[in-house]
């Protein structure tokens, strides 16, 4: 199972990568967002799969062999919760490049940057 969730991790980061390295300001965030849930299903793998342990053990009961781990599953619904804020914030800077420059490629956005005097 962990191996399936490898190449699943794997086809997240390249798929991000190359959305990251195009030429274009909202597929950037989109390769954001997907290494973003890349890295939390990193977190989540991490915390070992069990299969039906419980997570919280009751008071006075024996604890078992293998008991679920919490601590990853809080750690990826905080990121979670981060990587939305991060994505919000994100496509409201977008949509400002869009209605202030009416592009959202790099080379077109380079209108705050001044030209260099030619020698």
């Known amino acids: ?31 954001l967002v997907l290494i973003s849930n890349a890295a939390n299903l990193t977190i989540f793998v991490s915390g070992r799969l069990t299969d039906g342990a419980p997570p919280l053990i009751p008071e006075g009961a024996d604890a078992p062999a293998i008991a679920a781990n919490a601590l990853p599953q809080a750690l990826v619904l905080t990121a979670i919760v981060i990587g939305f804020g991060l ?26 940057e001044p030209e260099e005097a030619p020698k």
């Open 1 to 31: 199972m962990e191996f399936l969730f490898a190449i699943t991790i794997g086809v997240l980061v390249a798929s991000a990568v190359y959305l990251m390295l195009s030429n274009h300001l909202l597929r950037f965030i989109f390769g």
């Open 87 to 112: 994505f919000a914030f994100a496509i409201v800077l977008v949509f400002r490049a869009w209605t202030t420059l009416n592009s959202l490629t790099p080379d077109d956005m380079r209108l705050a």
